[in-house]
């Protein structure tokens, strides 16, 4: 009892309650305690637990109705944090509002301000009862009153408040068991409360590191607003976010809301922000905290609706100043809070900093690029172009076909000798065109035999023929979306060349044995060292499958029609062997070079390749390649020149012979103009009319040079 009367101080002693409007039921009060001490054992929030302690209270000693407030950390403010049997209309006001322990004179305020409870029978007539109070009264209509403190020790946390709609007296007895009752679960409430705090900072640290880390591998600005506004909202556990930007050179304003993000020119929002916190927190370089009856009260949330903000500056480099704000309808940033969300504004900062850096970097950097793809790209015409070296104009021309080429899905054939590249130029096209990420498929007709060729190429179903086991998919579905090199095309089956045909023309396939018809998205290279044209004359080739893969004829140029790029080639696999057999030879002797040149090359780079490649290994090359290195038969090749062959048949060998010029010079002119005439007309087949167009001299003119070349040739011979 003496107890009581202490902790009630402010009044002498409890009225004595004639009438009992409710009745405690003493044991039921000390069971709930009990139940709800072991609610400690499970995790619940603080909010659970408030809960469950005002249902005991209220019911289990008859009141009507009930709200539990507790202190904020700065121990200034009380806030709502449960109600019982209140409206809706009534529980928003209660939970939107709260009371600022200076400004605010109430019931509530004095009782969590001195830690005495107050029992108070008449609310309406009690002399205590203050202007705010009567305001408060008068909306929840109250009878009678009990006011407890929660209290750890002399520390208050919290207030408990109970009514009864009818007024009556509290007893002593009731006093003594509402203030036990309030002590015991002060306790619980604190406990809860800390485990709740731990939980929510491990929460907060949580998003934090995964925020940082999000931060630092990016350098989007786009992705760093959405990172920040993201995990700002979880860590405040707020309802609406905003990043405002100033940039302060130009005077524009970029606006994020984490749905769009826009520059504010014609000031969208800019009068608004002017009397949120936003200029504040801008103004004064601190974090700011708006709260409905607290601080920053005067200002306009920026968001309506959502009165409770806070506001933290954030400065990119000098140029830049921003702010990010939050909202939320109700509730408080704690303190907790508030530090976690400054080091993720902190290190959002610097990502954006860096992001600025980068962006910057990058424009230089693309301005730099075209200038070095542009030296690249002469480079590339001067000695070659994805493997292909070559500066010789024929081969220029060829880049350029290639670069044209690649970008459309047209079917191009490619002719040459052997040797000169074609696969090298297919895979060029393949990997210079938008299919570059996809396979590149090479076949070569002549290496496979008709029929096996068709199912490589079209694939078959199980069972479509003997050793058909499995299903197979052909090439052409295996190629999908990239390129199929067709080599040695003229090596294919006229049957197969007529069901190539089908399917370039309808675009389908059909495996062997299938039914489906199976779209073909692919693009064809075709290559072959045989003269199509002549085929087609011939008959071997179908006519209306050449001019189909003929679209874009690339015609490659034998070696010897390559002027300087033989030297640059041999050059090159000069270089290539060096490292590959780790020698250091230098390059070729004038005289080497001379018969290199003069050899015809008919296996043209694929034969020059080999024949460096076996001067490097097998010969005793010194710093330099000399004739001595240079393999038997092409030096002997090489030494047919035309002039070489012209010195043999000279009668004029030694100093006692003596020749009559003008009958000599007669002869061998006489051989020469004899050689090209037998020639044209042996391909023209005999046809004298047709060797004159090839000479480019009349029938009459041809018949007449005959006769003479007949003449000289009899007294040559
Ligand atoms: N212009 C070039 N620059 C560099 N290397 C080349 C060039 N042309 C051909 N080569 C090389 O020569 C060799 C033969 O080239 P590729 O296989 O492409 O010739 P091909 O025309 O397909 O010959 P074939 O008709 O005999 O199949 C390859 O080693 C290739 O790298
Ligand atoms: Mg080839």
């Known amino acids: 009892m003496s107890r009581i009367i202490e902790q009630g101080g402010t009044i002498p002693a409890p009225p ?114 203050t202007e705010t109070d009567r305001k408060i009264s008068a909306f929840y209509k109250r009878g009678s009153t009990f006011y407890a403190p929660l209290k750890i020790e002399e520390d208050v946390i919290g207030i408990i408040a109970v009514w009864t709609k009818e007024k009556s007296r509290f007893s002593p007895d009731e006093i003594e068991i509402l203030l036990t009752f309030a002590n015991q679960v002060s306790i619980i409430i604190h406990i809860t409360r800390l485990f709740e705090i731990n939980r929510e900072k491990i929460d907060q640290l949580l998003i934090l590191q995964e925020a940082v880390s999000g931060l630092n591998s990016t350098y989007s600005i786009e992705r760093i607003h959405e990172i920040l506004i993201r995990s700002a909202l979880r860590i405040a556990k707020a309802e609406k ?121 990058s424009i230089e950097a693309k301005s730099l690029k075209t200038e070095v793809e542009k030296l690249k790209e002469r480079e590339d015409f001067l000695l070659g172009f994805h493997n292909i070296l070559g500066k010789s104009k024929k081969m220029v021309g060829i880049f350029h076909v290639i670069e044209e080429v690649a970008k459309h899905d047209t079917n191009i054939l490619i002719q040459g000798e052997s040797g000169t590249g074609k696969e090298l130029v297919s895979r060029a096209i393949h990997r210079q065109s938008q299919r570059h990420e996809k396979r590149f498929v090479d076949v070569n007709c002549a290496a496979i035999p008709g029929t096996l060729l068709e199912s490589e190429l079209f694939g078959y179903e199980a069972g479509a023929f003997t050793d058909a086991r499995k299903r197979k998919i052909g090439l052409l579905e295996y190629a999908s979306g990239g390129t199929l090199f067709l080599d040695e095309i003229g090596d294919m089956s006229l049957p197969l060349q007529a069901k190539f045909l089908r399917m370039l023309e309808d675009g389908y396939i059909r495996r ?35 001019y189909r893969i003929s679209v874009v004829p690339i015609i490659l140029p034998p070696l010897r029609e390559r002027g300087d790029d033989l030297l640059l080639l041999a050059r090159n696999y000069l270089e290539e062997f060096n490292r590959k057999f780790n020698k250091k030879v230098k390059g070729f002797t004038k005289e080497a070079e001379e018969i290199l040149r003069r050899y015809s090359w008919p296996g043209n780079v694929r034969e020059l390749k080999n024949i460096i490649e076996r001067i490097m290994i097998l010969r005793d090359v010194g710093r330099f390649i000399t004739p001595e290195n240079i393999p038997a038969e092409i030096k002997a090749s090489a030494a047919q020149d035309p002039v070489v062959q012209l010195d043999e048949l000279l009668p004029l060998t030694s100093a006692s012979d003596r020749i009559d010029y003008k009958q000599a010079v007669d002869r061998l002119t006489g051989k020469i103009k004899g050689r090209i005439l037998s020639r044209a007309l042996q391909l023209s087949g005999g046809n004298k009319t047709k060797a004159a167009r090839l000479l480019n001299i009349s029938r009459y003119a041809l018949i007449r040079e005959l006769k003479k070349a007949g003449k000289e040739a009899e007294t040559v011979t």
Request: with cysteine; proline share 3%; glycine share 6%.
């Open 16 to 129: 004595v309650r004639t009438s009992s409007a409710f009745s405690i039921d003493k044991d039921k009060l000390i069971r709930g305690i009990y139940r709800i001490s072991t609610f400690l054992t499970a995790p619940s929030s603080v909010e659970d637990i408030l809960g469950k302690i005002l249902d005991e209270v209220v019911d289990s000693m008859g009141f009507d109705r009930g709200i539990i407030l507790l202190l904020d950390e700065a121990r200034e403010n009380l806030y709502t944090r449960v109600v019982k049997n209140y409206s809706e209309e009534e529980a928003r006001r209660a939970f939107s509002v709260h009371l600022n322990l200076k400004k605010h004179d109430s019931f509530e305020t004095r009782v969590a301000k001195t830690g005495h409870y107050i029992a108070l029978e008449d609310s309406e007539t009690d002399p205590r009862t």
């Open 512 to 546: 062997l044995g299938g039914n489906e018809s199976i779209p073909v998205d692919v693009r064809f290279i075709f290559a072959t060292n045989r003269d199509l044209s002549k085929m087609v004359a011939e008959g071997s080739f179908r006519e209306d499958l050449f």
């Open 241 to 361: 976010a905003l990043i405002y930007f100033l940039d302060i050179e130009k005077n524009r304003v970029f606006i994020n809301d984490g749905e769009r993000g826009f520059i504010d020119d014609r000031n969208e929002y800019g009068d608004r922000v002017g009397r949120t916190i936003i200029r504040r927190a801008m103004d004064s370089d601190a974090i700011t905290v708006r709260q409905p009856g607290g601080e920053e009260d005067d200002a306009v949330p920026l968001y309506e609706g959502y009165p409770c903000e806070v506001a933290i500056p954030l400065k990119v480099k000098d140029r830049f100043k921003g702010v990010l704000l939050l909202g939320m309808r109700a509730g408080v940033y704690s303190r907790d809070q508030i530090n976690v969300l400054d080091i993720l504004v902190n290190n959002a900062a610097t990502s954006y900093d860096s992001a600025i850096m980068h962006s910057m970097l």
